[in-house]
């Protein structure tokens, strides 16, 4: 859950770099580092804990060029956020090595290079590595020959780059379980965890394969498979502009992002909905034969793709079709059922999420029709080795806390409920309803935003809260919970969700009148169950947060409320999760706190 960059050219890399890693910031800013091969053939490291700002404000103290660089920015796994476990890690001055992923061994090979008389100075498992590869080159100086042994050694996920002083025209890679990139330029290369790093200086890339292994000179780039054998990987063009993770007017990125989704809802529908019907063509040729074979779904995701899969439960179980929904990293380490028919299906925003990228594997061998994948990233790991991908097309999503991609998950996974209930008996009319239902997603979304600045005065009354209660019922429990995660990630507030019937089940003795409650109150056939549960609510005088229809009577006294006009009952979901994004964003604006980058977390979770 590193950012690693690297540049080998004919100029100065250090600016390439330094801009890569305010592009890959998202992915780790616990720590930042640097290290140059300069005119004088010896390696210049500096680092600096904290966000990228405070490497280049010792960079501006101490500048240093150099035509072959690494770089990175860390999220601390192993080791406290410190300079002596900021990356770059050197093993004197042989080698100097950037890494993203986790060292499984690193114990054991640490016990062994220290009785070989290395000394380590760091808590991490990158700096084995670095060591591991300077014992290496002691016996053979080639860079590649010691990777390549080196890794045959390495139990784990890792995507490495390394470079050896005594090598001005070479930087070797490899990746195993993390993604690594290769930019490449006119006499110039680079790497990168993320094309966004490079979209500045080039557009074409090559996306490493598990296993592979690259020498990256100015003029060239060769790459060897997991067994040694010389490989060509296709090169592709990117058609992001390098301007699209900017924010813009915007003060943080998740603002831009919730205010971008009547956008990349739209973008997300684009040629695949038509005069009410829905151009299931446009999943792809292979998507037919498995979608035909489906009688079951088995979906697997993390976090607040978790959260878009519930939903999905709900909507597939309402056509007749059995799912279960399940965490990728509990998923991975326990026997599982696969009946007959069942698709399995996965869910990331990045496509790089380590366990669920396990899952996927793991699931290859137990029987299920296929696989098919709901992703935002179209070069990613999960898109590349399901059977169907189904792109989200939220763009770039910078702010930790996802929004826009949750809501397009949603509607891809509306989309694929669609397909399916075609083979269950929908008729042309009622798929024509749906349809129009998802069509009319952009501007009840748009609607809702206008009410940003109502949701800011509201915002207000949790500044001085330390806990909140979300409730929902039905597909509006995993709302709920995603409301609730909203708020503690970005606000650090504590916040549950529990569907609301459980309210008496225990979680009603934490209420009181400093306890505020947030419901999502849609008009559907559970509005008089929950208006029920928020009964028992004030009866212990908690605090209300309402989101309701406009035609809902709440009957309640001394809560505050915003009103949501015009919502189609298959799609409310979507619409409803809108407001609560608002509401987290500004209870942290309020709060003070680093709303894109929260402390502890990143936003492309790629290790266990």
């Given at each position: 859950?590193?950012?690693?960059?690297?540049?080998?050219?004919?100029?100065?890399?250090?600016?390439?770099?330094?801009?890569?890693?305010?592009?890959?910031?998202?992915?780790?800013?616990?720590?930042?580092?640097?290290?140059?091969?300069?005119?004088?053939?010896?390696?210049?490291?500096?680092?600096?804990?904290?966000?990228?700002?405070?490497?280049?404000?010792?960079?501006?103290?101490?500048?240093?060029?150099?035509?072959?660089?690494?770089?990175?920015?860390?999220?601390?796994t192993h080791g406290i956020p410190a300079e002596r476990n900021a990356h770059p890690h050197m093993s004197g001055e042989k080698v100097a090595i950037v890494h993203n992923g986790i060292i499984e061994n690193h114990a054991q090979l640490r016990d062994a290079l220290s009785k070989s008389g290395y000394e380590f100075t760091s808590d991490t498992d990158t700096e084995v590595i670095a060591h591991l590869l300077a014992d290496l080159l002691a016996v053979e100086p080639d860079l590649i020959t010691a990777v390549q042994t080196a890794t045959e050694q390495l139990l784990g996920a890792y995507a490495l780059a390394v470079v050896n002083p005594d090598d001005p025209d070479r930087m070797v890679v490899a990746r195993a379980g993390s993604p690594l990139v290769v930019g490449i330029g006119a006499g110039e290369n680079f790497i990168a965890s993320d094309v966004f790093a490079l979209l500045p200086v080039t557009r074409n890339f090559i996306f490493l394969e598990e296993g592979d292994i690259a020498e990256i000179r100015r003029n060239g780039v060769t790459v060897f498979d997991r067994d040694g054998n010389e490989v060509t990987r296709a090169l592709h063009e990117s058609n992001l502009a390098a301007t699209a993770a900017d924010k813009g007017p915007y003060h943080h990125y998740m603002l831009k992002e919730i205010f971008e989704q009547p956008g990349v809802i739209a973008e997300t529908l684009e040629g695949r909905v038509y005069k009410g019907r829905l151009l299931e063509e446009s999943f792809g040729h292979e998507a037919k034969a498995l979608l035909d074979q489906t009688r079951g779904v088995h979906i697997i995701a993390c976090g607040t793709s978790y959260h878009a899969g519930l939903v999905a439960r709900y909507w597939l179980e309402e056509i007749g079709i059995p799912c279960s929904v399940e965490v990728a990293s509990e998923f991975r380490y326990r026997p599982v059922v696969v009946p007959d028919g069942t698709l399995f299906v996965t869910i990331s925003q990045s496509g790089e999420t380590a366990d669920t990228l396990a899952a996927l594997r793991a699931a290859a061998d137990m029987g299920y029709v296929g696989?098919?994948?709901?992703?935002?990233?179209?070069?990613?790991?999960?898109?590349?080795?399901?059977?169907?991908?189904?792109?989200?097309?939220?763009?770039?999503?910078?702010?930790?806390?996802?929004?826009?991609?949750?809501?397009?998950?949603?509607?891809?996974?509306?989309?694929?409920?669609?397909?399916?209930?075609?083979?269950?008996?929908?008729?042309?009319?009622?798929?024509?309803?749906?349809?129009?239902?998802?069509?009319?997603?952009?501007?009840?979304?748009?609607?809702?935003?206008?009410?940003?600045?109502?949701?800011?005065?509201?915002?207000?009354?949790?500044?001085?809260?330390?806990?909140?209660?979300?409730?929902?019922?039905?597909?509006?429990?995993?709302?709920?919970?995603?409301?609730?995660?909203?708020?503690?990630?970005?606000?650090?507030?504590?916040?549950?969700?529990?569907?609301?019937?459980?309210?008496?089940?225990?979680?009603?003795?934490?209420?009181?009148?400093?306890?505020?409650?947030?419901?999502?109150?849609?008009?559907?056939?559970?509005?008089?169950?929950?208006?029920?549960?928020?009964?028992?609510?004030?009866?212990?005088?908690?605090?209300?947060?309402?989101?309701?229809?406009?035609?809902?009577?709440?009957?309640?006294?001394?809560?505050?409320?915003?009103?949501?006009?015009?919502?189609?009952?298959?799609?409310?979901?979507?619409?409803?999760?809108?407001?609560?994004?608002?509401?987290?964003?500004?209870?942290?604006?309020?709060?003070?706190?680093?709303?894109?980058?929260?402390?502890?977390?990143?936003k492309s979770v790629t290790v266990e």
């Open positions: 859950m590193c950012g690693i960059v690297g540049a080998i050219a004919q100029r100065d890399v250090v600016p390439v770099l330094m801009e890569g890693l305010r592009r890959l910031e998202y992915r780790g800013y616990d720590s930042a580092g640097i290290a140059i091969r300069d005119a004088n053939a010896h390696l210049q490291r500096i680092r600096a804990v904290g966000k990228v700002a405070e490497l280049q404000a010792r960079l501006d103290a101490t500048p240093v060029e150099g035509e072959l660089g690494i770089a990175h920015t860390r999220w601390a696989s098919l994948v709901i992703c935002n990233v179209p070069e990613s790991s999960l898109v590349r080795e399901s059977d169907v991908a189904l792109m989200t097309r939220a763009g770039p999503e910078i702010g930790v806390a996802s929004t826009k991609a949750f809501t397009t998950q949603l509607v891809a996974l509306r989309l694929l409920v669609l397909a399916l209930a075609r083979r269950h008996g929908m008729s042309a009319d009622q798929e024509q309803i749906l349809v129009e239902e998802l069509r009319a997603l952009p501007r009840q979304v748009e609607v809702v935003l206008q009410l940003d600045d109502a949701i800011r005065d509201m915002a207000n009354e949790f500044g001085d809260k330390h806990n909140a209660l979300f409730l929902g019922r039905g597909t509006f429990y995993p709302v709920a919970m995603e409301g609730a995660l909203k708020l503690k990630e970005i606000s650090y507030i504590h916040a549950e969700a529990y569907p609301a019937g459980e309210l008496k089940h225990g979680p009603l003795a934490l209420v009181d009148a400093e306890m505020p409650v947030v419901c999502a109150l849609p008009q559907d056939p559970l509005l008089d169950k929950v208006l029920s549960n928020l009964q028992e609510v004030r009866a212990r005088g908690g605090e209300l947060f309402l989101f309701s229809d406009q035609n809902v009577k709440i009957g309640l006294d001394n809560y505050q409320n915003l009103t949501l006009s015009d919502i189609c009952p298959s799609t409310a979901p979507i619409v409803y999760s809108v407001p609560l994004q608002l509401l987290a964003y500004h209870v942290a604006v309020l709060k003070g706190t680093d709303v894109d980058q929260p402390r502890n977390l990143a």
